[in-house]
């Protein structure tokens, strides 16, 4: 047994935790948000079929593809790995890429479409599907056991496309980005965070809090300054006083000086 089907479990649980811890306290994050309120209802809306594909239609399907690893030789190197590892990712590429034109066809589309058109979207849903779809789209997970790769290789590619479907799809991660890149420029050019993510905005008051306030260690230098307005002299009683010699200016508009000379 090289354990196909727990792994698939495990991760399945292991990322429905982080997809709820998301939809609790970071619903900001996903493409489809979902209110508080209605997370339990959602979740025990999706619960039986989700469960009833995840365990009663995926057991047998792994069971199988255990059938063909029977006398399997284990040892491969490093190398073996890494090309068998490529050759699976590009084939993963193509194969999701096809699944996906066979679901816009018009025989599959109304299996389909119970997936397609359930508007809420998180982790826990990624198997609230027709019995069809969902066997559909576990041969995205296990087609590499028809080629009898390594089956570290076929673990590895189970749990990155349970993450890519139970986390990558369902959460906007290309605003997550922006949002970072938002806030390392408003750090660098010292100005006021806008962030449309509120737990970012969070993070980013922590950091302004967690900073040392420097401004109470300055010292108070102006209490120490030399008060050196007494030793200034006074040289207002040294100016001549001109003031006589000024023009006045009569009701006619001429100039005239005060001092008259004989």
Known sequence: MYNFYSTYLISFIIFSVFGLIFDIFYPEIKHNK?????VKK???????????NTFMYSFPLFLLCELFYIDYDYNVGMLTFLFQYGITIGLGINIEYLIQKIYDT??????YKLHNEYK??????????????YVLNMFLYVFPTILRFDPSVINTWIILI????????????KKIYLEYQEINYYKKHDTPLNSKFHYLDGLEEKD??????????EP????????NSSNEPDNSSNEPDNSSNESITHADGHYSNSITTD
Do not use: G, W
């Not at 979902?34 to 209605?38: A, F, I, K, R, V």
């Not at 018009?106 to 299996?111: E, G």
């Not at 809420?120 to 779809?133: I, L, T």
């Open 34 to 38: 979902l209110s508080l309120e209605n």
């Open 42 to 52: 959602e979740y025990v809306f999706v619960s039986e079929l989700v469960l009833k």
């Open 106 to 111: 018009t025989f599959f589309h109304k299996y």
């Open 120 to 133: 809420p979207s998180y982790s826990f849903m990624v198997n609230y599907r027709h019995k069809y779809d």
């Open 162 to 173: 349970m993450y890519k479907q139970m986390i990558l799809d369902v959460c906007d991660v």
């Open 208 to 217: 302004k809090v967690d900073e040392p306030a420097n401004s109470s260690n």
């Open 220 to 227: 108070a230098n102006s209490s120490n300054e030399p008060d």
